[in-house]
T-cell receptor, first 112, second 112 residues
Framework: KAGVTQTPRYLIKTRGQQVTLSCSPISGHRSVSWYQQTPGQGLQFLFEYFSETQRNKGNFPGRFSGRQFSNSRSEMNVSTLELGDSALYLC???????????FGQGTRLTVV | KNQVEQSPQSLIILEGKNCTLQCNYTVSPFSNLRWYKQDTGRGPVSLTIMTFSENTKSNGRYTATLDADTKQSSLHITASQLSDSASYICVVSFFGNEKLTFGTGTRLTIIP
């Protein structure tokens, strides 16, 4: 059974640009959550999607958005990138909400 | 505010020795408490998951304990191996809040 797949693995962007990250959950999993991980702040929750609807949202500015498609795949978008957005972005999927979360390998975003 | 605190922040031990990592959380009740292992640059991998009614859960050389009265959990690693070098993250899921709350992690280094 394939795990959670995140693409791309690495990304370098310039300040002011926008970026879209992709997450393909484990087959059959309907809940997808996104997290930002930085050395200073650790893992922080961004948002959770279930059945194409955003169910929960963390304390991040509106520049961070996401969506989930009917096949449960999810995308995360960050507009007007700032240097502080440099981080490892992790996606996790679960069969249902609040079930055990399985993480992808992450996308390492560097903003220069 | 729901918080999860871990100690120590970092730990260095000799290969073959045992060690115990600590996790304290505020606010209860909660849904479950999880321990994850994260290798550098990779996504977290689940080690154990315990509900509030469970006191202990083992996964090979990893044993997690939970004391819901004192709101403390520990992760004990026996006969450490070089591959145990990683960050160990305690994660709590609170009732009515599917958003996972992460501890800042303990960085464990095993030296030969």
């Amino acid at each position: 059974k394939a795990g959670v797949t995140q693409t791309p693995r690495y990304l370098i962007k310039t300040r002011g640009q926008q970026v879209t990250l992709s997450c393909s959950p484990i087959s059959g999993h309907r809940s997808v959550s996104w997290y930002q991980q930085t050395p200073g702040q650790g893992l922080q929750f961004l948002f959770e999607y279930f059945s194409e609807t955003q169910r929960n949202k963390g304390n991040f500015p509106g520049r961070f958005s996401g969506r989930q498609f009917s096949n449960s795949r999810s995308e995360m978008n960050v507009s007007t990138l700032e240097l502080g957005d440099s981080a490892l972005y992790l996606c996790a999927s679960s069969p249902m909400r609040a079930d055990e979360a399985f993480f992808g390998q992450g996308t390492r975003l560097t903003v220069v | 505010k729901n918080q999860v605190e871990q100690s120590p922040q970092s730990l260095i031990i000799l290969e073959g020795k045992n060690c115990t990592l600590q996790c304290n959380y505020t606010v209860s009740p909660f849904s479950n408490l999880r321990w994850y292992k994260q290798d550098t640059g990779r996504g977290p991998v689940s080690l154990t998951i315990m509900t509030f009614s469970e006191n202990t859960k083992s996964n090979g050389r990893y044993t997690a304990t939970l004391d819901a009265d004192t709101k403390q959990s520990s992760l004990h690693i026996t006969a450490s191996q070089l591959s145990d070098s990683a960050s160990y993250i305690c994660v709590v899921s609170f009732f009515g809040n599917e958003k996972l709350t992460f501890g800042t992690g303990t960085r464990l280094t095993i030296i030969p």
